[in-house]
């Protein structure tokens, strides 16, 4: 079975852009998870939801941060405009839920550079 | 105080010896703990779960908890240097129960 799929994988930007990141979660999982990976901040978890259907975003940092998932299987982060503090790693991650052991798999990441 | 607490290291370890790593957490009612191994420039990958106290084997690794102590623990044996990553604690919130709180990890050297 295929995991969890990240577009781009690699992404350069400059300061003011707008910055879209996808993810294909595992089909079947009911969760998905959008992380941020800093050395200074470690795994930040930005948002997550529930059969397509925000949970909690209380970890988006600010407004310039929104997440969709329009269908079961398609979630974006976008960034609009993106800061060089922006520059992390981002990663999804899909699970079927704590009452079904709460796993979370994760895709290889997107690697965001905003100059 | 952190939610989920390591040891940052590196923890240097000789291959085929023990390698042990340790994580405490502050939320007592947590259920679920989880180990992930991250290599350089990788995502982490989920290694072991463990849901109640005891021990838990698979291979040559083996997870240790202990709710009332708050820790949970990875032992790595006959650590070989495939295994040299960075190990990540992650544990269930209790204030939403889907949600993982990670640790900052610890970087596991196996020196040849």
């Known amino acids: 079975d295929a995991g969890v799929i990240q577009s781009p994988r690699h992404e350069v930007t400059e300061m003011g852009q707008e910055v879209t990141l996808r993810c294909k979660p595992i089909?079947?999982?009911?969760?998905l998870f959008w992380y941020r990976q800093t050395m200074m901040r470690g795994l930040e978890l930005l948002i997550y939801?529930?059969?397509?259907?925000?949970?909690?975003d209380s970890g988006m940092p600010e407004d310039r941060f929104s997440a969709k998932m329009p269908n079961a299987s398609f979630s974006t982060l976008k960034i609009q405009p993106s800061e060089p503090r922006d520059s992390a790693v981002y990663f999804c991650?899909?699970?079927?839920?704590?009452?079904?052991?709460?796993?979370?798999?994760f895709g290889p990441g997107t690697r965001l550079t905003v100059t | 105080q952190k939610e989920v607490e390591q040891n940052s290291g590196p923890l240097s370890v000789p291959e085929g010896a023990i390698a042990s790593l340790n994580c405490t957490y502050s939320?007592?009612?947590?259920?679920?703990f989880f180990w992930y191994r991250q290599y350089s420039g990788k995502s982490p990958e989920l290694i072991m779960s463990?849901?109640?106290?005891g021990d838990k084997e698979d291979g040559r690794f083996t997870a240790q908890l202990n709710k009332a102590s708050q820790y949970v623990s990875l032992l790595i044996r006959d650590s070989q240097p495939s295994d040299s990553a960075t190990y990540l604690c992650?544990?269930?919130?209790?204030?939403?129960?889907?949600?993982?709180?990670f640790g900052q990890g610890t970087r596991l050297t196996i020196n040849p």
């Open positions: 089909s079947g999982h009911d969760y």
């Open positions: 991650a899909s699970s079927l839920g704590q009452d079904r052991g709460g796993k979370q798999y």
């Open positions: 463990i849901y109640s106290n």
């Open positions: 992650a544990v269930n919130s209790i204030q939403g129960a889907q949600k993982l709180v």
């Open positions: 939801f529930n059969n397509n259907v925000p949970i909690d």
């Open positions: 939320d007592r009612g947590s259920q679920s």
